[in-house]
């Protein structure tokens, strides 16, 4: 039973983690979204200003 009760407390302890993680990579992704939009934004300025 005690075996059991320590290996369930593992598996949330790792999905913890994996949440965390995820919540993370979520907020770098976003991070990333953005830079690229700021950054097609700006080429679509550049090629607006050149015509």
């Known amino acids: 039973m005690r075996t ?5 407390s593992i598996i949330k302890l790792i999905r913890l983690l994996v949440q965390g993680q995820s919540e993370i990579i979520r907020r770098q992704g976003k991070k990333q979204q ?18």
Not at 4 to 8: A, G, N, P, R, V
Not at 34 to 51: G, R, S, T, V
Request: net charge positive; charged share 15%.
């Open 4 to 8: 059991k009760h320590c290996f369930l």
């Open 34 to 51: 953005i830079k690229c939009i700021y950054l097609i934004q700006a080429k679509q300025n550049d090629f607006l200003m050149q015509n």
